[in-house]
Each structure stands twice: as structure tokens, then as C-alpha cells.
Antibody
Framework: EVQLVESGGGLVQPGGSLRLSCAAS????????MSWVRQAPGKGLEWVSI????????YYADYVQGRFTFSRDNSKTTLYLQMNSLRAEDTAIYYC??????????????WGQGTLVTVSS | EIVLTQSPGTLSLSPGDRATLSCRAS???????LAWYQQRGGQAPRLLIY???SRATGIPDRFSGSGSGTDFTLTISRLEPEDFAVYYC?????????FGQGTKVQIK
């Protein structure tokens, strides 16, 4: 059974940093691209970043480029999202999601339960 | 960036009704790169349709997708109580990946 479990969310002050993790199991982790998608309270889904199975190719949304870093440890089947210079508008539930057939250009067939990040003073 | 605009914003229907949701793209989306998701209150999204018209594993056949180019449609043939939720379209064929703003299907 595929499982994605996010952790690391919490309350942080504007300008602060936070590192999210997503522990994956139930599939051949290194063969699949993975993504982060966020959802501000009461709002819609917003794509954040994607990383290839090897970790070599990474794309970011413009609004996080230069502030967030997406990485993966295939030996630990875990994703990481390092978030720096956080802003109030980064407040959201952050979901990790698995690509359907492995490549970058795939829909997301499994999602974690999300972890809430709140940026506030 | 491909902007996806969903309509209507809210759809008020009764169980057993047919629901038709629209997703319009600002640029042509190859029809193999358009997906639909369902999100029930407080839950993570669930993949319904990919490639514009292929149902994901375990999705009932009352859900169907159609369309090409810039206009796509999700149809729910007969609404079940569990279908009242928010639905999002997504294009995954060009960076940045983008979602529509969502259509809420609520009980009339």
C-alpha cells in the first residue's frame, strides 16, 4: 500500500525557515517523480515544486524559486522541502504527491495527508 | 504559464442529477496532460481522470472526462451523496504545472 506521510509543519515567524519531510513507502520510490502542492486555508490547490526520481531535475513555481529547495534521499525514501525567507502568503497545508507513472509529466495518483505551515508573528 | 479557468464556481444540484464542470485553458493543452481531482472536506485530493478522459484506478464509471485543446469537461452522470465536493482540473504538460481554481458541487 502506498503511503506518504508529511511532517515538519508548524508556526514560524516571517523571514524564518522550516524543513518539511515526506516519508514514502509501498512503491519503488526512486523510480517516481514527486511533487509538493500547497493549499492556503479555504483556497484552491497551488503547485509548488517537482523533482525527478533521480533527483537531478527540479522545477519550482516562481513564487518559491530561490527561497525553497526540494530534495530527496532515495536510500531513506524521503522527500525534503527546505523553506527559507518565509512569508505570510506561504501559509498553507503542504501536500506531497506521487507521480502516476514515474516521469515528470504525470498526474498525481497518491497524496499525503498534508502538514500545516503557518507564517505569522 | 497556462492558466486554467473553471466554471461554474459553484454548482447546486440534487442527488441523481447530472453535473457538468468546465475547465478552460489559456493555451492549448495536449489532451494527454489534463487531469481532474476531487477533494472532499478536510481530505487530500483524489485523482479521478487523467489524459483528459481516462479514469484512474477505482473511479466509478459515472465520472467521465472529455475535451481537447483549450476546453475540457468533467461529467458526473448521476450524483451520489459522496460526490458533493470540490473538483479541480490540472495541466501537467508544461512548467509550471497549474490547477484551476476549483468548482464546488453542493447539495441543492
Amino acid at each position: 500500500e502506498v503511503q506518504l506521510v508529511e511532517s515538519g509543519g508548524g508556526l514560524v515567524q516571517p523571514g524564518g525557515s522550516l524543513r518539511l519531510s515526506c516519508a514514502a513507502s509501498g512503491f519503488t520510490f526512486g523510480s517516481y517523480a514527486m511533487s509538493w502542492v500547497r493549499q492556503a486555508p479555504g483556497k484552491g490547490l497551488e503547485w509548488v515544486s517537482i523533482i525527478s526520481g533521480s533527483g537531478v531535475t527540479i522545477y519550482y513555481a516562481d513564487y518559491v524559486q530561490g527561497r525553497f529547495t526540494f530534495s530527496r534521499d532515495n536510500s531513506k525514501t524521503t522527500l525534503y522541502l527546505q523553506m527559507n525567507s518565509l512569508r505570510a502568503e506561504d501559509t498553507a497545508i503542504y501536500y506531497c504527491a506521487k507521480g502516476y507513472r514515474g516521469g515528470l509529466w504525470e498526474p498525481y495518483d497518491y497524496w499525503g495527508q498534508g502538514t500545516l505551515v503557518t507564517v505569522s508573528s | 504559464e497556462i492558466v486554467l479557468t473553471q466554471s461554474p464556481g459553484t454548482l447546486s444540484l440534487s442527488p441523481g442529477d447530472r453535473a457538468t464542470l468546465s475547465c478552460r485553458a489559456s493555451q492549448t493543452v495536449s489532451d494527454i496532460f489534463l487531469a481532474w481531482y476531487q477533494q472532499r472536506g478536510g481530505q487530500a485530493p483524489r485523482l479521478l481522470i487523467y489524459g483528459a478522459s481516462s479514469r484512474a484506478t477505482g473511479i466509478p464509471d459515472r465520472f467521465s472526462g472529455s475535451g481537447s485543446g483549450t476546453d475540457f469537461t468533467l461529467t458526473i452522470s448521476r450524483l451520489e451523496p459522496e460526490d458533493f465536493a470540490v473538483y479541480y482540473c490540472q495541466q501537467y504538460g508544461s512548467s509550471p504545472w497549474t490547477f484551476g481554481q476549483g468548482t464546488k458541487v453542493q447539495i441543492k
